[in-house]
């Protein structure tokens, strides 16, 4: 994959300012992408877009397929008559500027499915606007049943995890399935409708965006989250044991973030199940997933080269061990099926030659990451002087602190390194570290909209290895500023990194 020089932001949609419980694909997102294109930026970087569930990570969503409904921008539902405008004044966030920087997910869980509830009541009763939901199911069938199947059980099941079912829903069984989907056909036409409403308007959004000269980079997780659509449905594809139990669970050695290593929980893949169905289920995937974005970025890359495998039931990540991935013979059988690939491997962590060799001969861009040049004491790949032309070079990632809350909680030496490599000054320090990154060799540069802020460590969005008190952040309203979209077009234009029509 290769990208002419070029800049990009990194930020989720629900991380949007606006009048809403969370950011949306309406008129927020248009903004958002206007200021991209005054800025000349040319790519906008968002997370996984599936479904949040415990825990609130994009990363462990209940469908690899699936669009988040909190995305949702509720206000076309309102003009076309599927909700009043009492409902629509309910959906609005507290006044207040703590509710105005931060997601209450618990209140957003609530208020969304009434609000979903609602607008499926009456379009219901609207025939003509029903024609082209009919087609979008049809379309999405291959997903979209066993998806809303599910989300409909955990309803009916009090959100408890698939494993902890009757065990004819459990284990699938035909007779009840058909005949819950028979008893609740409401609930599963529900679902889909929001699935409808998601799929249309980021359709809408991303028609808009590449009329401004902006294109959109999306993300994949390697693994699925267990309690998902995705397990129930394809067991076999995962390695559980006889009770639907993980037998081995995901997860990395201890790493920069943490000392025992990360425990993710996502059953590892059966790949030998996958190769002899031709790796049916990972194009799907992937094809569904560039049909919504213009290039991917696959989160823990290496994991295809060889992943940590840990024993179901160890507290932490530490007691695992490499296996081998499918390498070559997924992404063979993916650019077969859907021609070139335009990924961006996530390749951070503990990376060998193989990693390395696998990576560069499917031709992928790998990623660097400014803040880590700084925390050791010699020369490191993380240096831009280091960056080839082929790479993607951050300031940070969702995983990182933002450059302001690094500088204040990083060690002395790292400090004094990071400033004397870039002449910066503490005051002006995330923008300097978007100068360094933006004047580097790599054909894109991307920053997190944070930096842009100049926000400290109450902004951040994620810290690996902590479960609770994370991706809420989001802008407020009418942020970012003019003055923020000149001068970072002038810094782009200086080097030569313009985008846009």
Known sequence: MNIPRSCGVLLHPLS????????????????????????????WQVLPLGPTAYGDSPYQSPSAFAGNPYLIDPQPLAECGLLTPGELESYRKNSSAKAAEAIDY????????????????????????????GLFCTAHAGWLDDYALFAAIKETEHHHAWNEWPHELRFRERR?????????????????????????????????????GLKIIGDIPIFAAYDSADVWAHPELFRLDGKGKPTHVAGVPPDYFTATGQLWGNPLYSWSVHKKQDYAWWI???????????????????????????????????????????????????????????????????????????????????????????????????????????????TGTHDNDTAMGW???????????ALAYMRAKGKTFSWDLI????????????????DFLGLGSEARMNFPGRQDGYWTWRMRENTPSPGIARRLRRLTGTYFRLSGV
């Open 435 to 450: 100068r360094t990154a933006w004047a580097s060799p790599a054909m894109l540069a991307v920053t997190p909209m944070q």
């Open 16 to 43: 949007l300012g606006g009048p809403w419980l969370c950011g949306t694909l309406g008129e927020e997102a248009r903004a958002f992408v206007d200021f991209c294109a005054k800025a000349g930026i040319g790519w």
């Open 407 to 417: 500088l204040s909680h990083a060690a002395g030496p790292a400090k004094r390194r």
């Open 176 to 212: 009840a399935l058909s005949r819950f989907a028979q008893e609740h056909t409401d609930s599963v036409g529900r679902i889909k409708f929001s699935q409808f409403l998601f799929f249309s308007q980021w359709r809408a959004l991303r028609e808009y965006a590449h009329a401004q």
């Open 284 to 394: 799907e995937r992937v094809r569904h997933s560039l049909h919504l974005v213009d290039a991917l970025r696959i989160d823990h890359f290496r994991g295809f080269e060889a992943y940590w495998a840990v024993p179901a039931g160890e507290p932490t990540a530490e007691h695992g061990r490499w296996e081998k991935g499918p390498g070559y013979s997924l992404f063979n059988a993916l650019k077969e099926a859907l021609g070139e690939l335009p990924i961006i491997a996530e390749d951070l962590g503990f990376i060998t030659p193989e990693v390395t060799e696998l990576r560069d001969s499917l031709g992928f861009p790998g990623m660097r990451i400014l803040q880590f040049a700084f925390e050791p004491e010699g020369d490191n790949q993380d240096y831009p002087h280091n960056y080839p032309r082929h790479c993607i070079a951050y």
């Open 106 to 133: 618990a209140r957003l869980f609530v208020m969304n499915t009434e609000l979903m509830d609602r607008a499926w009541l009456r379009f219901k009763a609207n025939r003509q606007l029903q024609a082209d939901f």
